[in-house]
């Protein structure tokens, strides 16, 4: 068949049928137009080729799998004092920036392309930086030393396919252990709305999947909202209140069972799983029917925030191993890879008899006062040179604890990290 100067002819590119323009003028471009039948997407290629080859050329193509989107990353460690100030991501690359009270900042920044993708460190202060060959977690890693480290030294590694950097006024220890802390940014989901008068009191976790918050009003009623992340193991073991009614409800588009309890002061209850965010949820309040849907309907994920009424820092190196948690008090044991110990507890108003054996283990050591964010604390010293810090909390009669053998400051440094809802 003739089109113009061109003859067409039947072809297949694959098992796709296509259609073959040669154009009758020698030298002129010859054109291939197929539709793929699995997609539905119709394809072209013009050139200076011969039938065969542009149906070669057809033949070649393979499907580029496009890359999942780039994940963010967060460092679990810096030095004392600093905080997120503002992250970027985009496409291929992704930013972090850490700031302290001083304005001193450390910067984390990755991209995708560890392979192929280089950088050209340059000095701050225009003379030539020192390199160093190093490791994090083992692989190899390169750093860049300036005259002076408030200069700002910098590290790069690679890793999961990626390529990460990291400038900040810190040692070669800090930012191996920087780096070293370095995770994929996880998602927390949390209530963006609760009664008023209620407030965040604690949170735990179990090390695993499962994080429980709890919220307290001035009357003292709890309020708990759970969430597991692995909906295959998830598990809620309920023991509805023998007056609940039981409801069948919707959070969002989701089925969830409502155990409703109108008399007798005990909390109504409601737990529902959502597919979309992988999580099973669980409310449990005194509180009427349209305030529990409203804050289910309230979740959100987030990056991370603070823990309550727990430190937020540590020194380098260690790490939480353990603990235990009440409606009114918290402990926490944090160990590093040498065994040293850092033991927490916050005891909530209720907890007397714990207080009272803490004032007896006390008894008879030599103490000082201190003070713990501008506020009176005291500081005792035991013969095998471990210290014991002692301060109250922001609320009538909550009382923290920390014992380590660190110095005096570093103790102070974590007390000053815990965290109160502003």
Not at 21 to 35: E, I, K
Not at 171 to 184: G, I
Not at 254 to 272: I, M
Request: glycine share 8%; charged share 25%.
């Amino acid at each position: 068949m003739l089109v113009g100067e061109a003859e067409i002819v039947s072809v297949f590119v694959g098992e796709n049928p296509a259609d073959l323009y040669l154009d009758r003028v020698p030298g002129n471009a010859n054109n291939l137009v197929w539709v793929d039948r699995d997609t539905g997407i119709l394809y072209w290629i013009s050139g200076p080729l011969t039938g065969e080859e542009l149906v070669r050329v057809a033949e070649s193509m393979e499907k580029r799998e496009e890359p999942p989107p780039l994940e963010e990353y967060w460092l679990t460690w810096t030095p004392y004092g600093y905080q997120e100030a503002e992250r970027s991501l985009r496409e291929n690359r992704g930013h972090v920036l850490y700031r302290d009270e001083k304005g001193r900042q450390i910067t984390l920044a990755y991209r995708r392309g560890s392979e192929t993708a280089s950088l050209q460190i340059s000095s701050t202060l225009g003379g030539t930086m020192e390199v160093r060959p190093v490791t994090v977690d083992g692989a190899a890693a390169d750093l860049y030393l300036e005259e002076t480290q408030e200069a700002g030294n910098a590290l790069v590694w690679a890793r999961d396919g990626l390529l990460f950097w990291m400038i900040a006024p810190c040692s070669q220890e800090e930012l191996t252990a920087m780096a070293e802390s370095v995770e994929v940014l996880p998602v927390e989901y949390r209530l963006t709305w609760v009664p008023e008068g209620y407030e965040l009191y604690l949170q735990n976790d179990t090390f695993g999947n499962s994080f429980s918050f709890l919220y307290k009003n001035p009357e003292g009623r709890l309020l708990h909202f759970m969430v597991q992340l692995d909906l295959e193991g998830a598990r809620a073991y309920l023991y509805p209140n023998e007056n609940a009614e039981e409801k069948q409800v919707l959070v969002g588009r989701n089925p969830a069972d409502l155990y409703l309890v109108d008399t007798g002061g005990a909390n109504s209850e409601l737990v529902w799983q959502d597919p979309e965010a992988g999580a099973l949820f669980y409310i449990s309040a005194f509180l009427p029917e349209e305030d529990i849907l409203k804050m289910a309907e309230s979740i959100e994920g987030a990056a991370p925030s603070p823990k309550v009424r727990q430190p937020n820092w540590l020194p380098m190196g260690y790490r939480c191993t353990g603990g235990s948690a009440g409606s009114s008090s918290k402990e926490r044991q944090y160990e590093d890879e040498n065994g040293d110990e850092i033991q927490f507890a916050f005891l909530g108003p209720p907890e007397t008899e714990e207080k009272e054996k803490l004032q007896e283990a006390m008894k008879g050591l030599e103490s000082q006062s201190v003070l713990v964010n501008g506020q009176a604390a005291e500081l005792y010293s035991a013969a095998d040179s471990v210290l014991y810090l002692v301060w109250d909390g922001r609320e009538p009669g909550e009382v923290f604890w920390l014992s380590a053998a660190l110095d005096a400051g570093t103790l102070i440094q974590i007390a000053e990290s815990v965290f109160y809802p502003p």
